[in-house]
């Protein structure tokens, strides 16, 4: 589990969207799990799962038809085990059938949360996954990333500052600037 700490402006967001494959590094090479994200793209895209600090809803929809929508279009099938075990994590079972319109800023983060780390994936890249959480998702967001970090599985994440949590081995870099400090 490693943190990218940095202030706004400090290239967080740019970085991950370079290992994301969604924009070419301006110099040198990049390599995720082994692959050059310039000469294959696409399989380090079926490796990996992204959250980006404006998570993307249809607001008309439930958050259990859209946790079926994404995972259908980012995998290509529905397993309505996981939809299910992803929901029961956000602790959203009174909201499930709800608009996510009718969703707070903390509950639209925790769908968004559980979107990305319950699908099949080596590397989640995470753009400021504590944002709008309260201590509880805080802790239960600390807590499945240690599940998923004991299951081998590498956790990179973007942080405005640390949010301490004695659960998380995290290791920690400080970027100012585009440089690591």
């Known amino acids: 589990i490693t943190g990218l700490i940095g202030p706004n402006g400090s290239g967080k967001t740019t970085l991950l969207k ?3 494959t969604l924009i070419p590094p301006s110099s040198g090479i990049v390599a ?11 399989h380090i895209r079926r490796e990996i799962s992204v959250l980006f600090h404006q998570p993307g809803f249809y607001e008309e929809l439930t958050g259990k038809e859209n946790l079926s929508l994404f995972f259908r279009i980012l995998r290509g099938r529905i397993e309505p085990r996981i939809v299910e075990e992803a929901l029961e994590w ?4 009174l909201w499930v059938d709800a608009p996510v319109r009718t969703y ?3 509950m639209k983060q925790k769908l968004a949360l559980a979107r990305a780390l319950f699908l099949p994936a ?3 890249l995470l753009d400021e996954p504590f944002t709008a959480l309260d201590d ?5 967001t600390s807590s499945r990333f240690l599940h998923l970090l004991h299951q081998g599985k590498t ?4 942080a ?3 949010i301490p949590s004695p659960l998380l081995p995290v290791r920690l870099f400080y970027l100012k600037e585009g440089k690591i400090s």
């Open 18 to 20: 370079i290992f994301a």
């Open 122 to 124: 080596q590397l989640f």
């Open 136 to 140: 509880n998702g805080v802790a239960q």
């Open 90 to 93: 956000t602790g959203l079972n």
């Open 32 to 42: 995720i799990l082994g692959k050059d994200i310039s000469r294959e793209p696409e």
């Open 104 to 106: 707070s800023r903390g």
């Open 155 to 158: 956790i990179l994440f973007t």
């Open 160 to 162: 405005h500052r640390w």
